[in-house]
Structures are given as C-alpha cells and as structure tokens.
C-alpha cells in the first residue's frame, strides 16, 4: 500500500513532466502533421540557461523563465521560417528526418556552450525542499507542486483556447487544412510560424520547471523529449488532453516498471509501449474525434 | 550468362576499389589513419547499403537499422565469445538467421503503419535495441561491452589488419553485386513504383505488404552481417553500436549519396567517416556536421531526391521478350518532379 502510494506519486509527477513535452509535440502537429524531434533538446537548451542565469548570474527566477521562454521561441521561429520554410518540398516524412538534424545540431551547439557538465536548479520558492508521504516517509521532491501546478495552467489555457477563442478556431481550421484555411481568410502560415515557436517555447519552459529534479545535461533533452513525444502519441496527438492522459499512463507505467520490477528496465517498457500502441491505436488510447480521423 | 558476367564484373570491381581504398587510406595517408578505421567503414556500410534499398528505393524510412546492426555485433560476440565458444561461422549464421526471424515479425507488424509512424516505430524499436543491450548486463556486459573474438573460417583465421580487410571488402563487394543486380531487377523496379506510390503500385499488381516486408528482411540481413564483421574486426562490441547515432549517420550516408544510388551511399559513409580523421579538430563536433548535412540536404533537395535518374536497360542484340513490355509492374522512367 506504502508503495503504491509512491509509485502513483511519484508517476504522476513524471507523468506531467511529459505531458508538458508532450504538448508542445501536439501544439505542432496541430498545425502541421508532423513531429518536431528537436523539441527535446528545446527542454535542455531551457534547463541549462535557467541554471547559467539563476545559479551563475544570479538572475531572479521569474525573468529567468521569461529569458527561457523567449530562447525557447526564437529557436522555434528559426526552425519555422529559416529552415522549414525554404524546403522545397515540405512533406510530414521529410519535417520529421529535418528535424533529427535540427536536434543534432542544437545539441552541438548546448555542448560547445555548457560542456558535458550537469546542471541542477535549487527548487523553486514556496515548497518544501522534499515531502513524506505516508507511514515510512517515502520522500518526494516539493518541486513537484510546482511542475503539477504549471501543468494544469498550460493544459487548461490550452484547452481554453482551443475551444472557446477566435485562434482556436483558426488553429482548429488550419489543423483541417491549411490550403482551405487561407482560403477563408486565416494566414496559415502566420499560425503555423507561431505553432512552432509556442510549442518550442513551452518545450524550454518545461525543461525550466524540472531543472530542480533533473540533472541536466547537453544530452539529457533527447530522451525527454522522446518521452514527451510517447506520451503526446499514447494519448492521441489531436486530443487536446490526450498528451497529459499519455503522459500520465507513461509516468506510472514507469513507476510500476521501477517500483515492482527493475528500474533499469523503465525505458524499455516505455518504448514497448509505444510501439503497441502505435500498432493497436495509431490514434492514440482515447476515443479519437471525428477531426483526427 | 550475360547477366552473370555482369554481375560478377560488379563484384569483382567493387572488392578492386575496396582493396584501393585501403590501400591508399593505409599507405598515402599514413600512421595517423588506422586500418581498423577502413575496414569499420566497410562494415558500416553494408548496413548502409541495405538502408538504400529500403529507404532510397521504396522510401521507407527505417529508423532502426542499428538494431540489426546491434544484433548481428552481439549475437556474434556472445556465441563466437569464450562463454559460449561458437565456431564464428556458425555464429555469423545463427545472427542472421536471427535477424531474418525479428525483421520478419517486425516488418509484418509494423510495415502496416503508414510511413510516418513506420519512422516512429522504427526509431522505437532501435531505442529498445540499445536500451535492452545496456540493461542485460549479465549476457552484454552492459556498458562496458564484450570482447569478440576474430573471424575464421576452415582453420583460416582473419586476423592481421590486411586478411580483416580482405574479409570485409568481399562480403562488401558480393552484398554490392547483389543489391545492384536487385536494383535492376524486377523486384527493385517494383520496390522504385511502391517509393514513388504505393497505392499506383498496388494497383498495377505489386504485392506492396509482401514486397516490402521482404526488403525489410534483406535491409536488416545486410545491416546484420555488417554488424557481425564490426564485432569481428574492432574485438569489441558497445550498446552504441545499436544507437541512434549509428542510424543517424546512415540517414544521412543514404540522402547525401543521393538516395537511391549504391554506390553514392557506400562514398557518402566514407566521406562521413574520414572527415573527422583527416581534419582532427572536427572529431568532437561530428554530430554537429552531421545536422549540418543532415538540415541542408532536405532543404535543398526536391521530393524525391533521384540525382541520377532511372534509365531503363539499353537494349541488347536480343529483341525484347514481349511479356516484358506488357506485365504493368514495369516501372516506367520516373520523371523528376518539377519542385513544387
């Protein structure tokens, strides 16, 4: 009982870590069908300059996120409408491969600047530095309110704007068809400009957010990032809540992986579960609506 | 016969710029160029070799042909190892056969999935490759890997630098015949319609599902033995040779070899893997060369890279047998899409 306590805990702090990664996954393929694989490194490139920012230059926490998430855009506005944007022809298959460049590249790039050293951010302000659950005190980071906290902003703002605002709509429309949506008057490639400095953004926000429970470094944001993308494709990358629902399922099938078998063999779960999933319901496990299919 | 000879000119040209290749690395280029280097590039290359066939010709982007790699390097370490104490003939054999079992349950699995999730899938499965290699510590080694011992064959033993060569550059040069005579064949024609359509391919009485199974299974065949000659000329065997990187670098080899040709992909992965090592500043940056390459390639390239267009055969003294000119699996002449 102890440990189911725990593993369920514990889980589902993992499980919105992903969530988060994988929203931005899902922000993207709403816009324009495709998977965006440097998004990982988008979460270490965020952790590493919060920790350069806080810890080295002493910067206040809160225009340290403001910092990470403008980088974090940027990186996603080059990647749009520098790189994507001068292909000559720009098919899902193709973004995909792109972007596995992309990923080395940023890569490259975080480890010329920070080395191969790992970072760590202090946790954040208001929460205990750990928590004690239960009879034997399993002991769980404070950080993870934070990470839950902002989980559930993001998802609800994203939920909201997606069903009740004018932008919604556009992205909704421009999800359907881009071709179709300019047609109607929406600047599809304006949406899909800020689709991907968005999802690049909340990408380096939420390596921002985990930094304190994470150690990072250069290399650590390409199984995060893979893991969010698991978990934005287990839940259903058009669903707007499919990527935390996902992401959950991972989190505790990883926990149940760690807590009652080995942990070692957590990652492999994780990627046997993918491809199950992907062979059984390529939708993802909800119900798929009738705009994903 | 014609065909035979042809075939073997290939091969026997193929193995001549292998042993040139060495041969110039070795002597021209000097100390600093390490034989084994070569030889590795050679072994990289037959995966590479399969990766075209399946992603230049049909377009199928396998991102997990380092699986294959991973398992030919380890099936043949561990039963050709002291523990178990396999004749290496046997255990190049019972690798592949190996392969040819998991590529043939994996491709009629996940070769159903449209190619943008058979990319996902694949680059699943590559992950649990290397992921189960690091976890297995009692049979891998984990981390630190395990020694393999050296090929040989008959009481023969490729053990000096040159007969490791030797070794490498004929299976090369016979996996190079092979996949250039299927490449003209009537499989490698409906294995270019089913990358050009499927659908149109499918309809034009090509068994796509079953087709491109098959090429799955001959792709990881080729990235097996790659993989048992990697364990067998470096003696050591790590998870990363199962890893992403691995798969990356034969994504590229296969597009900046302009994709659908054979013998571009095999210089592809040599440029690739002699750069760092005539220019040795740039050793540490590989990866980011790698992107580099990578990015701009899909940037500038059109839809269906084909720098070198497909010609049909020129027509020989023999007149054209009249089934060939009527069965509609003859891919015509693919035309260079006009970029869009």
Known sequence: MEKLLAVLLSGSVNGFVYGLV????????????????ALGECTAIGALLACELVVARDVNLVLAGVVVAAVGAAIGGVTEFGVLRRMRSREPLRVLILSFGLALVIQSIAKIIWSTDLYSLPTFPGVPEVVRVGYQRAVLPGQGIWIVGFAAVTFTAWGVVLARTGLGRDLRAVSNDPTVAE????????R???????GCALAALAGFVVSPVLFMSYQSGTLLGLKGL???????????FGPIVGGLLLGLTEAATAGYYQADWKDVTVFTLLIAVLVVRPQGVLRATAEAR | LNATLRTSGVVAGALLASMLAYVVVVDVLGQRYNATTVTLTGAFALAGLGLTLMLGLMHQYNLGQAFFIGLGAYVYAVLAGSEHGWPPVLAVVAAVSASVAVALVVGR??????????????????????NV??????????????????????????????RQHVLVGGCLAIAFGTAWNLARSRRGRAARAIGHDEMMAAANGIDAARAKTQMFVLSSVYATTGGCLYAAVSGYVFP????????????????????????????????????????????EHIALIHGITLVALLVVLPSRPQ???WRPQRRRSRPPRPAATTAATEARPEPIEAAS
Not at chain 1, 23 to 37: D, G, P, S
């Open chain 1, 230 to 240: 698991i978990a934005a494709l287990v839940g259903g990358l058009s669903r707007p």
């Open chain 1, 22 to 37: 994988g929203l931005a996954f899902a922000l993207i393929y709403r816009v324009e069908k495709t998977i965006n694989l």
């Open chain 2, 109 to 130: 699995v996940l070769l159903r999935l449209d190619g943008f999730y058979f990319a996902v899938a694949t680059l699943g499965m590559g992950l649990i490759g290397e």
């Open chain 2, 240 to 283: 990363s040779v199962a890893g992403l990187s691995v798969t990356l670098e034969l994504v590229v080899a296969v597009i900046l070899g302009g994709m659908s040709s054979l013998v571009g992909t095999v210089a592809a992965l040599g440029l690739l893997r002699s750069l760092p090592i005539v220019f040795e500043p740039i050793e």
């Open chain 2, 307 to 309: 720098l070198r267009r």
């Open chain 1, 183 to 190: 047609a109607v008057g929406i600047r599809s490639s304006r």
């Open chain 1, 192 to 198: 899909v400009l800020g689709a991907y400095a968005a």
């Open chain 2, 133 to 162: 290699l690091l976890v297995l510590r009692d049979v891998t080694g984990g981390v630190d890997g395990l020694t393999a011992p050296e090929f040989e064959a008959l009481g023969f033993a490729f053990d000096t630098p040159l």
